[in-house]
Nanobody, 122 residues
């Protein structure tokens, strides 16, 4: 069974930086698609970035050039480096694992989720 545990959230000022981490266990980590989602209002989770088994990354246009997704295959950790944070980036951030990055922006494509970590930008 796949387990994902996020950390690294917090409160920062506009223009600040944070690095989110997601420790993955219980599955061959390097054979699946990993992604970060965020939930700003309501229950909808919006795709932020995804990385495939070959290390290919893709981003939502709202975070491109500010956020970087990466993974440490040795230690099974997914990262999201965030710079130039804006108030609109405030959200609960979730990491997710799925079998394909084909429709990475769709939360329904991912079967495994972490509990989330809160990011607040003032």
């Amino acid at each position: 069974q796949v387990q994902l545990v996020e950390s690294g959230g917090g409160s920062v000022q506009t223009g600040g930086s944070l690095i989110l981490s997601c420790v993955v266990s219980g599955h061959p980590y390097d054979s699946i698609c990993m992604a970060w989602f965020r939930r700003r209002t309501g229950n909808e989770r919006d795709g932020v970035a995804a990385i495939d088994s070959h290390g290919g990354a893709t981003y939502d246009v709202s975070v491109k050039d500010r956020f970087t997704i990466s993974k440490d295959n040795t230690n099974n950790i997914l990262y999201l480096q965030m710079v130039d944070l804006r108030p609109e980036d405030s959200a609960m951030y979730f990491c997710a694992a799925g079998q394909t990055c084909g429709n990475w922006w769709k939360a329904s494509e991912f079967g495994y989720w972490g509990q989330g970590t809160q990011v607040t930008v003032a």
